[in-house]
C-alpha cells in the first residue's frame, strides 16, 4: 500500500514539473527579458511547489532524473540551447543549482528544527528513526548530509 502512495505522489511532482515549465515558457513571452522572468518564476513559484515536502518523501531515482532533466530544460529554454544538449551544461549556464542540493537543504533545515523543537512528540520521533537506523528514510538523508557536510 505505501508503495502505491509514493508512485503516486512521484506522479504528481512530475505532472506539476512539466506544467510549470509549460506555463513558465509561455507566460515568459510576455515579458521584456523572458530569460530573466523564467528564471525568477521558475525559482520563486515553481521550484518551492514542486519541492514541497521532498524532504520528508521518498522518490525513486527515476524520477529523481526525470525532474533533474525538467530542470534542465528550463535553463536550455533560457539559454536558447538545443534540446540535445547536455544537461550539466545547461544547469551550469544558468547558474542553477541541481535538484538534489535543494533537496538536501531541505532536509538539513527540517533537520535542524526537528532537533532544536521543544516538543516530546517530535524528540519520539527522531528517537524511532535513530532506532530504525538506514531502514528510515529521513535518518538515512541526514546521516547522508552528516557524512558530507558536518564533518
Known amino acids: 500500500p ?8 512521484e ?5 506539476k514539473a512539466r506544467k510549470y515549465l509549460n506555463l513558465i515558457r509561455i507566460k515568459s513571452r510576455s515579458f521584456p527579458d523572458p530569460a530573466f522572468a523564467v528564471y525568477h518564476l521558475w525559482h520563486s513559484v515553481a521550484l518551492p511547489s514542486i519541492l514541497y515536502g521532498i524532504e520528508s518523501t521518498a522518490i525513486s531515482q527515476k524520477t529523481q532524473m526525470a525532474l533533474e532533466a525538467i530542470h534542465a530544460r528550463v535553463g536550455k529554454f533560457i539559454l536558447q540551447l538545443p534540446k540535445n544538449t547536455q ?4 544547469v551550469v549556464g544558468c547558474g542553477f543549482t541541481p ?6 537543504d531541505r532536509v538539513y533545515g527540517l533537520t535542524n528544527r526537528m532537533l532544536a523543537s521543544q516538543s516530546a512528540l517530535v524528540h519520539e520521533v527522531l528517537q524511532v ?9 529521513f535518518f538515512r538523508q541526514f546521516m547522508i548530509l552528516n557524512e558530507r557536510y558536518i564533518m
Open 11 to 15: 506522479k504528481v511532482i512530475l505532472k
Open 99 to 104: 535538484l538534489h542540493i535543494h533537496q538536501m
Open 87 to 90: 544537461n550539466i551544461c545547461a
Open 2 to 9: 505505501g508503495t502505491l502512495y509514493y508512485k503516486e505522489y
Open 129 to 137: 528513526a535513530e532506532e530504525q537506523g538506514m531502514v528510515n528514510l
